[in-house]
Every structure is written in structure tokens, then in C-alpha cells.
């Protein structure tokens, strides 16, 4: 079974200013993704806006991501839904759209207890038939996967690693410790990938594998060249990348995501457009913060594209 490993970019979803989907402005992204060296790609997640995406429109993004990277790198479909029904639902479109693998997250608002967030995730990889990664972010979702949980989901066929969004440290430790077991015994591995950009650095040093990233939308290019510096062993040179990039990850998460990304992409040159209601244009005060921000790392205005 493949292992997903290295820099990955949870893909904005580019909008005209009416608010239509910018189709053209993804395959743009894609280009620019993959020309600057990113590991494989996140269309559909959180940073995508997909509680306010039409199915329509899902699919087509899906089908322009696959159509793009031709199998060059990995796309990693998101998947996620509250509803079992339509969690499996959505890992099937996955699988039958040509996806590598579902990105699955914590069913959120109706925060289930373990037996049925096990069974839940369990259903999405066997009857969904793609290989399951689970997103852990309970600051969106109310409800956070413990370790000794993370554990027993890390042994079903099908489920092989983790998008660990906790900011937790500790756990992000124990989960690194206690998958690698399982996996290993059976001639696999289970995949522990940060989804927090400031902590990619320390989860790599504990053992982890990456990071699915907002910030990459804008610097693919470093932030594949920390990942790879992390996994070489040159943590001198990922410490270097990791404080140099610190302010943007920072004000990147200034107001709610993708908020800042779009903005911060769309000063650069590179489609983004506003993000969709309930999601409101950034505030002029943390514009003028973010804008500081790109120039202090030699993004000029309009000097990405």
C-alpha cells in the first residue's frame, strides 16, 4: 500500500469576484504546485470551502485536479461528512474520479463517541474502497481523537495515517509511538502528517511524516524544501526554514481559514478571490499585517504569477 509522505498543499478553491468557482484559476494553481516541487495535493478540504461547495462543483474540481497531475504526484481527495452515509458516499466519488486516497474528518456538531467513530471511519475505508486518512482537528470539529483510539483505528485495513491538526504536542507524540507498531508488524506503515503548519517542524522530529499545508498555496517551494530537510535529518537547515516562514504561518491564521491565504494569494498574483459567505473579506487592519508580512519575505505585490 502506498505511503503518503512529504509536503502536501490543502488547495484553496480560487472565486470570481460574483462568487462562481475560477476553474482555470485551479488548473493554474496546479501548475504552479507542481512546478514548484509540492509532494501531492488536498483538493476539497476545509481550506477548499467545501461547506459551502455544490456537489456540482466538487466533482469538477476533482476531476481537474486528477485530469492535471496526470499521476504524477498523489491527490488526496476530501471526503468528510457527519453523516456516515455520505462519508462513504464521498470516498466512492473519490475512488471512481481517480483520487488516491480520502482525506476523512472527524464528524463534527453531532460528536460521536468512540465505538461510532470507529465504526464511522471504518465504513468510509472498506465500503468507501480508497485508502483512508483521517483529519483529527477538534477546534473545528468539537471532538478530538485520542491517542489510544488513533491506535485501534490505525489497525483497520484500509485506514493508513493521520492528519494530526490537535496542536497537542503529547499526542501528536503518543500517535507517532503508538501506530508505529501496528503498521510495521504488518509490512505497512501508518502515515502521521501535520495539519498545522506551525508544528510541522517538531511533529517531523518526533517521527512524523509531513504536512498536508495552507501556507503552500503561496510557498510551495519552501515549504517542500523544510519537509525535505526534515527528512533528511538536516534539522539545522529546518529550523532555519521553520523561523524564517514563522510570521507568515502565523498571519496566515489571523482570521479564520482560508481568509488570509486567499488574500494573501491574490495580492501575490495567483488566483484566489473572496472567500464565500459565511466567510467575510479580511479586515483592512490585518490586510496591512499580512501585506508587511509577504514583503518582509520578498512576495511582492502581484509578483507570484
Same mark, same amino acid.
Given at each position: 500500500m502506498k505511503v503518503f509522505q512529504g509536503a502536501y498543499t490543502a488547495l484553496i478553491t480560487p472565486m470570481r469576484e460574483n462568487g462562481d468557482v475560477d476553474y482555470d484559476g485551479f488548473r493554474e494553481l496546479i501548475g504552479f504546485q507542481m512546478r514548484e516541487g509540492i509532494d501531492g495535493l488536498v483538493p476539497l478540504g476545509t481550506t477548499g470551502e467545501t461547506p459551502t461547495l455544490e456537489e456540482d462543483e466538487e466533482e469538477k474540481l476533482l476531476k481537474i485536479a486528477v485530469e492535471e497531475v496526470k499521476g504524477r504526484i498523489p491527490v488526496i481527495a476530501g471526503a468528510g461528512s457527519n453523516s456516515t452515509k455520505y462519508a462513504v458516499k464521498y470516498v466512492k466519488r473519490a475512488r471512481d474520479l481517480g483520487a488516491d486516497a480520502a482525506l476523512v474528518v472527524? !464528524?463534527?456538531y453531532n460528536k460521536p463517541n468512540d465505538e461510532g467513530l470507529l465504526r464511522h471511519f471504518e465504513s468510509a475505508a472498506v465500503e468507501g474502497g480508497l485508502p483512508v486518512i483521517i483529519y483529527n482537528i477538534a477546534s473545528r470539529t468539537g471532538r478530538n481523537i485520542s491517542p489510544a483510539l488513533m491506535e485501534r483505528l490505525s489497525r483497520i485495513p484500509g485506514i493508513i495515517g493521520v492528519k494530526e491538526a490537535s496542536g497537542d504536542l503529547a499526542q501528536i507524540g503518543d500517535i507517532i509511538r503508538d501506530t508505529a507498531g501496528p503498521r510495521k508488524a504488518e509490512g505497512g506503515a501508518f502515515t502521521v502528517l501535520s495539519g498545522d503548519d506551525a508544528l510541522t517542524l517538531p511533529l517531523m522530529a518526533l517521527g512524523g511524516d509531513g504536512v498536508i499545508s495552507v501556507?503552500?498555496?503561496?510557498?510551495? &517551494?519552501?515549504?517542500?524544501?523544510?519537509?525535505?530537510?526534515?527528512?533528511? *535529518?538536516?534539522?539545522? +537547515? *529546518?529550523?532555519?526554514?521553520?523561523?524564517?516562514?514563522?510570521p507568515l504561518v502565523k498571519t496566515a491564521f489571523i482570521e479564520t481559514n482560508p481568509i488570509p491565504i486567499k488574500?494573501?494569494?491574490?495580492?501575490? *498574483?495567483?488566483? &484566489? &478571490? !473572496?472567500?464565500?459567505? @459565511?466567510? *467575510? @473579506?479580511?479586515? !483592512? +487592519?490585518?490586510g496591512k499585517r499580512l501585506y508587511r508580512v509577504l514583503e518582509d519575505l520578498g512576495i511582492q505585490k502581484g509578483g507570484l504569477k
Open positions: 472527524t !464528524p463534527y501556507v503552500s498555496n503561496l510557498i510551495p &517551494g519552501r515549504i517542500a524544501a523544510l519537509v525535505r530537510a526534515c527528512q533528511s *535529518g538536516d534539522f539545522a +537547515e *529546518g529550523r532555519r526554514l521553520h523561523y524564517a516562514l514563522l488574500a494573501a494569494m491574490t495580492w501575490a *498574483g495567483l488566483p &484566489g &478571490g !473572496p472567500a464565500r459567505l @459565511p466567510l *467575510g @473579506p479580511l479586515s !483592512p +487592519e490585518n
